[in-house]
């Protein structure tokens, strides 16, 4: 009775939506191609178009990188094959200057916000949180649908930036002013510059649909038994990461919207009276300060950086409990650090900004900060360490992925200490030591979590399995090259060689570095290729992979394994079950696994 009460409950708190009970199943049947597949308010669909439009993002973005790795690399050579695919912007087959901020610009954004926000985000989100907390679907599946076509226009304007005359925005990812506020300033500067701004403020409408949701969804929708304290590790990180975007993006929009004014309505939010050239007389704008937008871009930018990595976190602590064959360790201390590290994350953002003459006081307070959100990190490499110490550890290939996670976080974490210090930074600004840095703690990092969730739930999503042995190649190669492409950076770091430059053949200094760059070139371009290999094994496997058999794959004790190999519309073709225990009895009494469905024994006691 008390069950019945409960599903009652989720369609009205839904009732707007059509189908939220067993006895409505039958209306799905009817659907057309464009209701199923085009415009679906089905949270496992949305998340399958979240993927796909995330996956071709990064193969662009990725490819992108290996544009400008080959001028890199090889700055003497010439490539005729470019000037077929880039026209104009790699004459005579040597990709030209202004090609190369763009792509360097285009790389960053894409990959930032389009993939690991984006495709990250909004896939897992969407298929997790209805599926493991115990609901029809989100609260809002029209909002839902709303939030991924607002991403795919966003994701139409970026694209569309690519053919204009004058070429996309080339300002660099984080596009700061005086560059990007003037017209003028170079031909990356022009249209495409609009098309960014215009871009990214779709898509934070986008992200605020999608993590408004997210948040009510999980707050509201839970079936009965399930507290918060009882559920997985995904589902409060995901929670954190939309509370996160929830208060940053707005900041980051504003920022974007004064960055229009100042471009085409004569305002001088970040413009003052500065000169273009030295022939030209000083611009009439007055009062405004670049610094400002540093301020606001980056009170975003760093919660978006935790924002890519908190559901990495949640799918490698989810996955890693599950082939451990053991409890996750220290289950309450990782909420504990997963909540510490979304108060921090809004109170460091100041640490990008150590060369801006920064007050030195007011700097050493961002330090100070800065250290502190290591030791919430550090918690969870322990708890996820001494998760596999002494488990009886499966090493599928989304367990290899988790480990690796592990690995590249500790790594590259580790360089934050060096960046963390004002004093050092001065050094270290600007050069190839932070891109060593951020791309092996938030981008190689979130894309192996987001590998180790795609490889572990690609059965519940499509009811096969992929290919184990491309998947063990794609592991290797990608957790191997990542190393090799990004450690040997630190070093040129270290000897102050400036990023974002477009040839070092000039300097006497990094001349020393050929070698190492062509190496680190051709090392990325067989790390993208595996990348399509995993891409080719992923659809081949949509289609003709071994078919899932079993309900519970995996012999997981979270409410996803107890729907259907297919679920419908609806999750699950009855009631939807009740929780009775946590989702991390592994290995007790006796027992391999137990469901949370499972009551609890006589002599056993709540966790």
Request: hydrophobic letters at 50%.
């Amino acid at each position: 009775m008390s069950t019945d009460l409960t599903i009652h409950g989720h369609g009205e708190m839904v009732g707007s939506q059509p189908v939220h009970d067993a006895e409505h199943e039958g209306h799905h049947h009817k659907e057309t191609f464009i209701t199923k597949y085009v415009f679906s308010q089905d949270h496992k669909m949305i998340c399958k178009q979240f993927l796909i439009t995330g996956m071709i993002w990064a193969i662009l973005g990725g490819f992108m990188s290996v544009l400008f790795r080959l001028q890199l690399g090889y700055p003497e050579s010439t490539f005729p094959w470019l000037e077929d695919i880039l026209g104009k912007w790699a004459k005579g087959g040597k990709i030209q200057p202004e090609a190369y901020y763009a792509l360097v610009t285009m790389h960053g954004t894409v990959l930032v916000f389009f993939v690991l926000t984006g495709g990250l985000s909004g896939t897992f989100a969407n298929f997790l949180i209805p599926l493991q907390i115990g609901a029809r679907d989100m609260a809002s599946p029209f909002l839902n649908m709303l939030s991924y076509w607002f991403f795919w226009m966003a994701s139409v304007v970026m694209i569309t930036s690519l053919f204009i005359e004058t070429g996309p925005a080339a300002g660099g990812w984080t596009s700061y002013p005086p560059l990007s506020a003037l017209g003028d300033a170079s031909i990356g500067s022009q249209g495409g510059m609009d098309y960014w701004i215009t871009g990214m403020a779709l898509f934070v409408v986008s992200s605020l649909l999608g993590g408004l949701n997210y948040i009510t969804t999980i707050l509201n929708m839970r079936t009965k038994g399930m507290s918060m304290t009882r559920l997985p590790l995904t589902i409060w990180a995901l929670f954190f990461t939309a509370t996160l975007g929830v208060l940053s993006f707005p900041v980051l929009l504003s920022g974007l919207i004064l960055l229009l004014f100042d471009r085409h309505a004569g305002t001088s939010f970040y413009l003052s009276d500065i000169f273009i050239s030295a022939t030209q007389k000083a611009l009439p704008n007055e009062g405004g300060s670049p610094i400002l937008f540093q301020h606001l871009f980056w009170f975003l930018g760093h919660p978006e950086v935790y924002i890519i990595i908190l559901p990495a976190m949640g799918l490698v602590s989810e996955v890693m409990a599950i082939n451990s064959r053991k409890p996750i360790f220290g289950y309450m201390a990782m909420i504990g650090s997963l909540f510490a590290i979304t108060i921090l994350a809004f109170l460091v953002w100041a640490h990008h900004m150590f060369v801006t003459g920064l007050n030195p006081f007011l700097g050493s307070v961002f330090v100070l900060l800065t250290l502190l959100i290591a030791v919430p990190s550090a918690i969870k490499v322990f708890n996820w360490l001494t998760t596999l110490w002494r488990g009886n550890i499966r090493f599928t290939p989304a367990m290899l992925f988790a480990i690796g996670f592990v690995s590249m976080f500790i790594s590259g974490g580790l360089t934050g200490v060096f960046l963390g210090n004002s004093t050092l930074d001065i050094h270290l600004h600007d050069t190839y030591f932070i891109i060593a840095h951020f791309h092996i703690v938030m981008g190689v990092s979130a894309f192996l979590g987001m590998f180790c969730g795609v490889y572990h739930w690609f059965p519940k999503m499509y009811g096969r399995y992929m290919n184990n042995t491309m998947s063990y190649i794609h592991f290797w190669v990608t957790f191997a090259g990542a190393y090799l492409i990004f450690w040997p950076m630190h070093y040129e770091g270290l000897a102050g060689m400036p990023r974002r430059y477009v040839e070092y053949s000039g300097w006497s200094t990094f001349n020393q570095f050929a070698d190492l760059n062509r190496f680190i070139s051709t090392v990325a371009m067989i790390v993208f290729a595996v990348q399509l290999m995993f891409v080719f094994n992923f659809f081949y496997s949509i289609f003709k992979g071994r078919k899932v058999t079993s309900q519970n794959p995996w012999q997981a004790n979270t409410l996803e394994w107890t729907t259907p190999i297919h679920p419908g519309h609806g999750n699950w073709p009855g009631e939807i079950p009740e929780v009775h225990r946590w989702a991390y009895d592994y290995g007790k009494d006796g027992k391999d696994f137990i469901l949370q469905t499972e009551p609890l024994g006589a002599d056993e006691q709540h966790h």
